[in-house]
């Protein structure tokens, strides 16, 4: 299971901080750990992940302002997105791209989701 | 603009059999695996198609996927009341080197 936490609200030009904490397995799993996000009436929005030994993808567009990494002794992975603007307000979803009765990785098939959590951008 | 493109909307009344559709290109659909999934507003997204027709565990037989060169399909069959949501189609493009969502297809069960 995942859970995402963190602040749920952020100032403009400040720093998004998320935290995925992951239970019932381990970080190490040959999985990765993946933010999506959801802006107010619009889709589905990957934004980036990472893999316990230190490889990340990133969205082009979120490249700059994205950093994903993995803490592995508190089995948790993280968010951070500098310099948010309005267009930054969604509900973030953390999840897991990967699954035991799926050996072989299909990149973006994300199989576990946490619940998701707003965070709004606002002054 | 999304690279891969599905129709806004779509409707079926229950029973029916509904087929959503993605478009995409040489970098992502042509030549990589199509995922799907469906979105309940308030809720997780739930993955129901990988590998443009596999199902996990636990997804019912009425979903099915398929793809053909740029494009990929999902089919839901017998539909019911609570197939009521946003579906999203999903694949890795190798020129962004990242993974692209659809605009999604919101569904109503009429």
């Known amino acids: 299971q995942l859970q995402e936490s963190g602040p749920r609200l952020v100032e403009p030009s400040g720093t998004l901080s998320l935290t995925c904490t992951a239970s019932?397995?381990?970080?190490?799993?040959?999985?990765?750990w993946a933010w999506v996000r959801q802006a107010p009436g619009r889709g589905l929005e990957w934004i980036g992940q990472?893999?316990?030994?230190?490889?990340?993808d990133y969205n082009p567009s979120l490249k700059s302002r994205v950093t994903i990494s993995v803490d592995k002794p508190n089995n948790r992975f993280s968010l951070k997105l500098s310099y948010v603007t309005a267009a930054d307000t969604a509900v973030y979803f953390c999840?897991?791209?990967?699954?035991?009765?799926?050996?072989?990785?299909?990149?973006?098939?994300?199989?576990?989701w946490g619940p998701g959590t707003a965070v709004a951008v606002s002054s | 603009q999304s690279l891969l493109t599905q129709p806004p909307s779509a409707s079926a009344t229950p029973g029916q059999r509904v087929t959503l559709s993605c478009s995409g290109g040489?970098?992502?659909?042509?030549?990589?695996?199509v995922n799907w999934y469906q979105h309940v507003p308030g809720a997780a997204p739930k993955l129901l198609i990988f590998s443009n027709d596999q199902r996990p565990s636990g997804v019912p037989d009425r979903f099915s996927g398929s793809k053909s060169r740029s494009s990929a399909s999902l089919v839901i069959s017998d539909l019911q009341s609570e197939d009521e949501a946003d579906y999203y189609c999903a694949a890795w493009d190798d020129s962004l080197n990242a993974v692209a969502f659809g605009g999604g297809t919101k569904l109503t069960v009429l």
């Open positions: 040489r970098s992502n659909i042509e030549t990589l695996p």
């Open positions: 019932g397995g381990s970080i190490y799993n040959p999985y990765w």
């Open positions: 990472t893999f316990h030994r230190g490889s990340s």
């Open positions: 999840a897991r791209e990967g699954s035991p009765a799926r050996p072989n990785r299909v990149r973006g098939a994300f199989d576990v």
